[in-house]
């Protein structure tokens, strides 16, 4: 009876873990993520392979989301673009194409320091602060 009752609780626990280890991550406010930010590689799957980048996000106080992306080709140099975004129930809501009103919701999966992923619509987008 022991044997099956400490099995019944590491399976229990075990599960808990693993449920909590993917937990999102919930932003009371913009503060959490206020500053510069290098998004280094982007992925259409969380632990699948990863495309890097050369881009720059920096969330103001404000509410705008300024991009700096860089082409690593060389072809458009450098390309600067500012959109509106908010932090709502516990995610961040930001424009999908400036000056338009649709937005997408990307929730934060992971945030540790200076590393944080984001959930996107289509992509996880992998940053540290800069």
Known sequence: MIKKRAALLFSLTTIFFALSAHADVFLKD???????????AESGKLDGEKKKLIVE??????GTLETKSTDGGGRTKEMNIAIKYSVADGEIQKQEIP???KYESC??????GSIM???????YYFLAKL
Request: include cysteine; glycine fraction near 6%; proline fraction near 0%.
């Open 117 to 123: 992923t984001l959930k996107c619509k289509y992509l």
């Open 99 to 101: 000056g338009r009103d």
């Open 30 to 40: 913009n503060t959490d993520i206020l500053g510069k930010w290098k998004v280094y």
């Open 57 to 62: 996000w920096d969330f103001k106080s404000d």
């Open 107 to 112: 929730k934060v999966v992971e945030k540790d």
